[in-house]
């Protein structure tokens, strides 16, 4: 059986730690859409608000969901560009699982007027 850090304990901080758990049989493909990502421009400091979309297909090792939660939220108080932090998660989420690819959309509630999106894939050759 899986010790968990996170999963099943009270939880009151953000973590960077993401936690992972055998792949079950069969799965060959997970999705994460998170619609509370939070950061804030490096720039101007002003707070950025973002929906994420984290797809892996997995080989060994899966990503346990609260962990995720808390290392999403540990980007609240992280001076990111949007595609900084789409790049960031993507490797992150790659060094942890070691899948055979990994895709992070992340799309910025519009600000000014404008809406980014930033794509950040990984794969191995």
């Not at 999705?31 to 990502?37: S, Y």
């Not at 990503?63 to 939660?69: D, F, H, R, T, V």
């Not at 949007?82 to 998660?89: D, H, K, N, P």
């Amino acid at each position: 059986m899986v010790q968990f850090k996170a999963l099943g304990q009270p939880t009151t901080a953000p973590s960077k730690e993401l936690e992972t758990f055998p792949t079950p049989e069969a799965v060959t493909h997970i999705r994460f859409d998170c619609h509370e990502l939070t950061s804030f421009c490096p720039v101007t400091g002003q707070p950025d608000f973002s929906r994420v979309v984290i797809e892996y297909g997995p080989k060994e090792r899966c990503i346990e969901s609260k962990s995720l939660k808390l290392y999403l939220w540990s980007f609240r108080e992280e001076p990111l560009f949007g595609e900084q932090l789409a790049s960031q998660i993507s490797a992150d989420i790659f060094a942890a699982t070691q899948p055979h690819w990994v895709k992070v959309e992340l799309i910025q509630n519009i600000r000014g007027g404008m809406q980014l999106s930033a794509v950040a894939e990984r794969r191995h050759d």
